[in-house]
């Protein structure tokens, strides 16, 4: 799936749910289904600002392709960044960078979550754009 | 009035979010504001918006009535001694810090002591650990226990004679537990040692009689208490507001300037430089108003079973553990409950909650000495006024098992 389909199978998902405690129900499914992150990797560096949960980004570069890992403190937040995971992690950093990243906003989570939330999600993504530009560049 | 009826007077509390009805429990943060505060604001701004104390014109008598009015009317809530004791500041932060900067410069010297306690806001430290900072002071603290409760009996130990002031919140935006400070102040006083009270909560929730109390400071915000945004109050002894020196210079603050030299406007003014939020601080008197309306016992009874009801839902839940727990009587305890919930994330319970129509604080509350105190790195508030009611309760409590039994 291009990373595109990949954006639109998520909108699509989200539209079904009409209610926001529905959104809710399944990010934070999603957020229990967040693979293990390592605590030793819970270092400053890698702390993003701006939430009010406690966000870490972590990634590496295998075979040209940027992996993402990431966790939160907060359910919700966690479901969120698995999203976001699981639509940039693997992919090669000018795909990542193809990306507009409306996704986010399509789904409604940028408007409806907290103004200190959706800074810690604006920053997020700033954060998987920093590394994937650094990608191309070889400097990861 | 019963509570439908002073809810009546609110217009915010009949708007809807997500579809449901607002329930709003985060007052100690801000308060809604009753239509009398937001006609009195209007009025100023559409008929009588001038610069006060300066002009000899309609409008400008008109503000100036308007804001000197409210003065008086601080004044008699607070039962000060005189209107002169009243100056009016942007908030509870900017009143700390007025009196943190002009008592540090007149009385704190090198190797002296302040004392604040564990449980003060922000607010009420950072001013005080910039003025010791700037004159080699030195910041003591005094801790709570762990019912929320301030250690008064550890206070005699801390004060020495180097200790030049108190400060210390008559009620914590966290906790919830009302302060003794009249015995605290007792105690500071018999070493003579003066004493600031943080009361941003106690205005709110308290009768407050600065000369029964016997502070030698008292500082709060309009916002908290049904005022329009940007006012505050700083309650001063006379001495000591004629003894310190003012804290910021400009417009309406002097007596007599040349270039030489430059002398001082009497109390209040000599703390009220520059163009003063005069329309917001003119709502305090309709505020203040409100609150008499507020004061009556059919209300408090009410308020009281409201209290109790939360209190007894928040204690009796094996998951949830609350800070500030009353050891005698309920009385002790403001309608203000911060907890945490055993495995989950203050966070995604506020989040949930909103979505549920409840506003609630999540999160440090300004706090962050206290969080480290219980060992969390946050928690989540509720905060009711008397306009809350028994049924936002009910909903809330219901609300709050469904949302945690959605995050376990």
């Known amino acids: ?140 | 009035m019963n509570v439908q009826e002073i809810r009546s007077l609110f217009p915010a509390l009949s708007r809807k979010v997500y579809g449901k009805d607002l329930v709003y429990f985060d007052n100690a943060a801000t308060s809604q504001r009753p239509q009398s505060v937001i006609d009195e604001w209007n009025r100023i701004s559409s008929e009588s918006n001038a610069n006060i104390h300066r002009a000899v014109h309609r409008l400008a008598d008109e503000a100036t009535q308007a804001y000197e009015q409210a003065r008086d009317a601080v004044k008699d809530f607070l039962n000060a001694s005189a209107r002169e004791e009243i100056v009016f500041t942007s908030g509870t932060t900017a009143a700390v810090n007025l009196v943190a900067f002009c008592f540090g410069e007149a009385y704190v010297r090198e190797g002296d002591e302040v004392i604040v306690t564990e449980a003060e806001h922000h607010s009420n430290i950072v001013p005080w650990q910039m003025m010791c900072r700037r004159k080699g002071a030195v910041l003591k603290v005094l801790p709570v226990d762990d019912s929320g409760h301030l250690m008064v009996e550890e206070l005699g130990g801390l004060l020495t004679d180097r200790t030049r002031i108190v400060a210390v919140t008559h009620i914590s935006n966290v906790l919830g537990i009302i302060n003794p400070v009249k015995d605290i102040i007792a105690e500071c006083h018999s070493r003579g040692v003066p004493v600031l009270v943080d009361g941003a909560q106690g205005a709110v929730h308290c009768r407050v009689d600065v000369q029964d109390m016997d502070c030698d400071f008292y500082v709060f915000s309009g916002h908290k208490l049904y005022a329009a945004t940007g006012t505050g109050v700083l309650y001063g002894k006379k001495k000591w507001l004629e003894d310190m020196p003012p804290y910021m210079g400009g417009g309406e603050m002097v007596g007599t300037v040349s270039f030489a030299e430059t002398t001082y406007a009497p109390l209040p003014m000599k703390f009220e430089a520059g163009t003063q939020n005069f329309a917001s601080a003119a709502t305090l008197k309709p505020a203040l108003e409100c609150i008499n309306l507020l004061n009556n016992n059919e209300l408090i009874k009410y308020n009281d079973t409201v209290r109790d009801f939360l209190l007894d839902r928040l204690t009796s839940d094996g998951r949830i553990r609350l800070y500030g727990v009353p050891r005698g009587t309920n009385e002790e305890k403001i309608p203000l409950f911060s907890f945490s919930v055993d495995g989950v994330h203050h966070e995604d319970l506020a989040l949930i909650l909103d979505k549920m129509g409840i506003a609630v604080r999540s999160g440090q509350m300004c706090a962050e000495p206290l969080m480290d105190r219980f060992g969390v790195t946050g928690m989540l508030r509720v905060s009711l006024a008397p306009y809350n009611t028994m049924e936002e309760a009910e909903y809330f409590v219901e609300c709050l098992n469904r949302a945690i039994d959605m995050l376990v």
Request: one cysteine or more.
């Open chain 1, 1 to 140: 799936m291009t990373l595109i389909e990949a954006e639109n199978a998520i909108v699509e998902e989200f539209s079904m749910y009409e209610e926001w405690l529905d959104k809710y129900e399944y990010l934070i499914e999603l957020g229990k289904s967040l693979q293990d992150y390592p605590e030793s990797a819970k270092t400053d560096d890698k702390l993003i600002k701006g939430c009010q949960s406690r966000v870490w980004l972590d990634h590496k570069i295998e075979d040209g392709k940027v992996i993402f890992n990431a966790d939160s403190d907060a359910i919700i937040t966690k479901g969120i960044i698995s999203l976001l995971v699981g639509l940039y992690s693997g992919r090669t950093p000018q795909e990542i960078l193809s990306s507009d990243f409306s996704v986010v906003e399509k789904i409604g989570l940028k408007e409806n979550l907290s103004p200190t939330r959706a800074n810690g999600l604006v920053s997020m993504i700033a954060k998987i754009r920093e590394v994937a530009a650094y990608g191309t560049e070889g400097l990861v």
